[in-house]
Structures are given as structure tokens and as C-alpha cells.
């Protein structure tokens, strides 16, 4: 598995496609966190989201030969998330997966950004969750709510959001800017946005263990 740390992401998936099953585990544990603060952004309670992730990886596994682009992976995964999300919620809208070549050069600049992300992951632990945090921005309308959570929440580029919404950049931009205004007081005397629906190192073991033993 070290060795296999060192690959690039293109490189694993090409491995997983050529039939090594146990590269996909890398991939489960980079994504875990960014779909399950997706999944918890559409009020989903974590039992539903662990389902809709374990959905989420094994549709990715399942057609990971027929995703052309690579380098757009983390795109097709998140897109495949939403899928889920409005599966489950009865949503009508389809969502083609439809890839283009395009520069994602732009760097994502979160309103709460600081430099020690791992050191606030290590500081968070098992802390609980504020239901006011939820609450609020469960009260945001679902297409500025998912923006944030995209942009802000996972670090995802105006690019890449715009991309896996199908709206365009500056769409992409009004909206965030709408929910920052929403939420930027409440949230930002509480946590950052990093520390919002974290997923905890044993949670994502479970989702791991359950994908893997699903593809298996």
C-alpha cells in the first residue's frame, strides 16, 4: 500500500482498471470526506449518507473503464454523489455525465482558509457536530446550499463546480456569493467551513469495508 500511496491518481485507477481491486481503497479514502459533507448538505442523516456513498463508490467501481478522462475523476465522483442524493430525494432533474476539455488552473480560495487542515482535522477528533450549523444551512435553498458546500466545504474550483452543476462560472460564483451572505456570520463564529460534517477516521474505515467487500 505505500507503494502504491505514491502513484498518481491516473495511475491507480489505471491499475484498478487492469483488475487490481485493492487500489481502489486509495480512492474510497481520498473521497470519503467530500462525499459525505454532500451527502449531510441534503439533510441526510449519516446512516443514509453511508448508504448513498457506498452507492456512490460502488456505480464509480462498477464504470470506472468507461470514464475516458481520468484527471476529471474527482468531477465524475462528486457528479455520481449528486446523482444519489437526488435519487433517493425523488429529484426529476437527469444529469448527463458529460466531460470537456478545459484548464482547471484556477485555485479555489474557501472565505475560511487556513493552512492547517490536517493539524484541525487531528484537533476535531470525535467532536460532535453544532445541529445549529446544520440547521442553518439546512434553511438555505439546495442550489446555493450545494455551491457552498462544493466550494467552500470541499475546495472544489469555480471550474469544477460549474462543471458538475452544468451552470455556468459566473452562475457558479452569484450563487456562493448569495449563500456566503446567508451564512458567513452564523457559521464563521463557530467553525470553519473544514470542520463542518468531518468525517471521522472510523466512519470512514466502515465505508472501506463495506465498498471493498461489496466489490469484492
Known amino acids: 500500500m505505500t507503494q502504491n500511496k505514491i502513484l498518481s491518481e491516473i495511475e491507480i485507477i489505471d491499475r484498478v482498471v487492469n483488475g487490481d481491486v485493492a487500489a481502489f481503497e486509495i480512492l474510497i479514502r481520498r473521497y470519503n470526506p467530500y462525499l459525505y459533507k454532500i451527502g449531510r448538505s441534503y439533510g441526510y442523516n449519516h446512516q443514509d449518507v ?3 456513498m457506498q452507492d456512490a463508490f460502488v456505480h464509480s ?3 470506472l473503464a468507461t470514464l475516458k478522462q481520468r484527471g476529471f475523476f474527482k468531477t465524475w465522483l462528486v457528479r ?4 444519489e442524493c437526488y435519487r433517493k430525494s425523488h429529484k426529476t432533474r437527469s444529469w448527463k455525465e458529460v466531460f470537456v476539455n478545459y484548464s482547471l488552473s ?13 493539524e484541525t482535522e487531528n484537533n476535531i ?3 460532535e457536530l453544532s445541529s445549529i450549523i446544520e440547521n442553518a444551512l439546512k434553511r438555505v435553498p439546495i442550489d446555493y446550499r450545494i455551491v457552498f458546500t462544493l466550494r467552500e466545504l470541499n475546495g472544489m474550483s ?15 460564483k452569484v450563487r456562493l456569493n448569495r449563500a456566503k451572505g446567508m451564512l458567513r456570520k452564523e457559521i464563521e463564529k463557530m467553525y470553519a467551513p473544514h470542520e463542518i460534517f468531518q468525517f471521522n477516521l472510523i466512519y470512514c474505515d466502515s465505508i472501506v469495508s463495506k465498498v471493498m467487500n461489496q466489490i469484492r
Do not use: C
Open 106 to 118: 484556477e485555485k479555489s480560495i474557501p472565505m475560511f482558509s487556513q493552512n492547517s487542515h490536517s
Open 125 to 127: 477528533g470525535n467532536r
Open 158 to 172: 469555480v471550474l469544477e463546480t460549474a462543471k458538475v452543476l452544468q451552470i455556468s462560472d459566473s452562475n457558479v
Open 50 to 52: 453511508e448508504d448513498l
Open 61 to 63: 467501481y462498477e464504470n
Open 80 to 83: 455520481i454523489m449528486l446523482n
